[in-house]
């Protein structure tokens, strides 16, 4: 496999897109013609050659752009990357994973050789080659998660497991749905969680939160959440609200498809083993709603998903002001047929 | 009963008397109200083993009397928060084994001091907090990252930034302040009116 990785930009003149084959391996993450919060996990198996769910940690055309992506909103405001002093072994746990996985699963992007606690580490695609002593943080230029982090597509939220909670005490989140982790950092399950309309309610927290306390090594879970963003921002922060919060007033019917963006998280879960900590990479994957409608499938069932979603979870996700119009400009493309189930293309 | 309470935010109760070596008593405004309560199930030598650290803010003298009564081991009087901290955080790091702390009063206050004591490594199990008086927030600017104390309007101007912020319920412990977000992000210039919500 040789992925060709695209120069774009995600700021400023927002050249991101996607390739066709990019499109077809898109993670749609409906199953069905609504949508509702449920308790949507699953084993983070490998399946379906070329889709985003074949690899332990996915690299795609996008990697080399989104890591300069990532570099450059760390150098505006480095409280992106943060981790309590308890934490570090499990920043080692998390570069452990990330380069044992990607250079297996990768041989011709990356190459990890061990001679004991003497690693060198070869990453192509951006050009760094690293010898380090494993546990010496002294030998790399950043901390273990920031240094793997900086290479690795995706957020990170790494948890602490006591008292039958889970504790966010570090994370490297460049590209979330409009959360903090500088306020965040700290927090247990249910209070990061505390402005979710509806799921509390639902007992989607309780039950969630006793799966993931029993995640064992080696058998890592995944689920999918979903928001939409106008331009293709992967940054869409609390902090640099009251700079792109002004751009979902650019969105019309005549540039629909190319500004407004499906956003779609592949949410997985590892446990890790010396710090028995979580990992939760939050993989963001973003599509233009043009590149979307060339899936019929897609098209209608999207078009019916928005139409009927509560307005609570329009008004949470942030674009109820601006639905009315997403609704009209898809209903073009639904004829009313049915739909097959699962999330794949017919 | 405090609005807005969502699980980010702390639930606070009554305070109790508890068995202990060392008791910290602080509080502001009519937190001294909680303190004057719980004398009255104290037992005779409570107030013998007890450090006050009392700002009285708005109340003034009101309550001051009251609580020299008490005759506590120390009584500190102070005209802030900032002020008091030296202080506070004094005695927390003397503190050993066997230390109670008792927060009374506003949830800034109460938020600041809750996490110099977990700070100072006093177990969540020994620190108890009562709600009294004023609601006023805390509140953090997501944007500049800058505090405002005692808010009581929202939409409100961020005291560092100048933005004009709505007041979320989601709060946060480790900063000890509620969030903060532009409420004109969407359409600037368009701010809706500010509403006393916080008295
Ligand atoms: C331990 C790993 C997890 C972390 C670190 C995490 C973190 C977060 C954060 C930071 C938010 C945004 C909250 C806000 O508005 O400030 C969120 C939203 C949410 N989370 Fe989680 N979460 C985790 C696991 C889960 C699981 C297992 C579920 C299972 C159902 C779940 C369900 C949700 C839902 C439904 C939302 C609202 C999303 C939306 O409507 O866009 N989370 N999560």
């Known amino acids: 496999m040789t992925v060709i990785f695209k120069e774009e930009t995600f700021h400023d003149d927002f050249t991101f897109r996607n390739s066709p084959e990019a499109v077809k391996r898109f993670p749609f993450p409906f199953p069905e013609d609504s949508y509702m919060y449920s308790v949507n996990l699953e084993p983070h198996k490998s399946y379906r050659p070329g889709s985003v769910y074949e690899r332990t940690f996915d690299v795609d055309e996008h990697y080399v752009s989104e890591m300069r992506d990532r570099a450059r909103v760390l150098a505006e405001d480095p409280l992106r990357c943060q981790s309590l002093p308890h934490m570090t072994l499990a920043g080692w746990d998390l570069l452990e994973l990330i380069m044992t996985s990607k250079a297996e699963e990768y041989p011709e992007l990356f190459e990890l050789h ?15 080659e690293q010898k380090f002593t494993f546990l010496d943080e002294t030998t790399l230029p950043y901390g273990p998660m920031e240094y793997i982090t900086r290479q690795t597509q995706g957020d990170f939220a790494v948890l602490d497991q006591r008292d039958d909670n889970l504790w966010m005490d570090a994370g490297m989140v460049t590209t979330q749905a409009d959360w903090s982790l500088d306020f965040d950092i700290g927090m247990n399950f249910f209070e990061w969680h505390a402005p979710v309309p509806k799921a509390h309610e639902m007992g989607i927290f309780q039950r969630a939160l006793k799966f993931l306390l029993n995640v064992q090594q080696g058998s890592p879970a995944r689920r999918l959440n979903w928001t939409m963003t106008v331009y293709p921002l992967l940054d869409t922060s609390p902090e640099n609200y009251h700079k792109w919060g002004v751009m979902k007033k650019d969105l019309t019917l005549e540039n629909m498809g190319q500004m407004m963006h499906l956003r779609v998280e592949l949410q997985t879960f590892f446990r890790l083993p010396r710090s028995n900590a979580l990992v939760f990479p939050i993989r963001c994957y973003l599509i233009k709603l043009d590149e979307l409608v060339t899936v019929p499938k897609w098209a209608r069932r999207f078009h019916r998903v928005i139409r009927d979603l509560p307005t609570e979870l329009a008004t949470y996700k942030g674009f109820v002001t601006n639905r009315p119009k997403i609704v009209e400009w898809l209903s073009k493309y639904d004829d009313g047929a049915p739909t097959s189930p699962g999330i794949w293309p017919d | 009963m405090l609005e807005g309470t969502i699980p980010s935010r702390p639930v606070y109760g009554a305070l109790e008397i508890r068995p202990g070596r060392l008791h910290l008593i602080v509080a502001d405004a009519e937190g001294a109200e909680a303190i004057l309560d719980l004398a009255a199930s104290a037992p005779p030598d409570f107030f013998a083993g007890a450090q006050i650290i009392y700002l009285p803010k708005k109340s003034g003298d009101k309550f001051v009397a009251g609580l020299e009564q008490l005759a506590p081991a120390q009584l500190y009087v102070g005209p802030s928060y900032e002020a008091a901290l030296p202080r506070l955080r004094r005695v927390l790091a003397g503190a050993h084994m066997g230390l109670q702390v008792y927060l009374a009063g506003t949830e800034g206050l109460m938020g600041q001091a809750m996490l110099e004591a977990t700070q100072a490594g006093i177990p969540h199990s020994a620190i108890q907090a009562e709600h009294r008086g004023s609601t006023v927030r805390r509140v953090q600017c997501v944007h500049c990252k800058g505090i405002t104390e005692d808010v009581t309007h929202d939409p409100f101007r961020c005291a560092h930034c100048g933005l004009h912020l709505f007041v979320r319920d989601h709060y946060s412990r480790r900063i000890a302040a509620f969030q903060g977000v532009r409420v004109d992000a969407e359409d600037p210039g368009n701010i809706p009116e500010s509403v006393e919500r916080f008295r």
């Open chain 1, 114 to 128: 061990r001679d004991g606690t003497k690693w060198h580490w070869i990453n192509r695609p951006l050009g760094i």
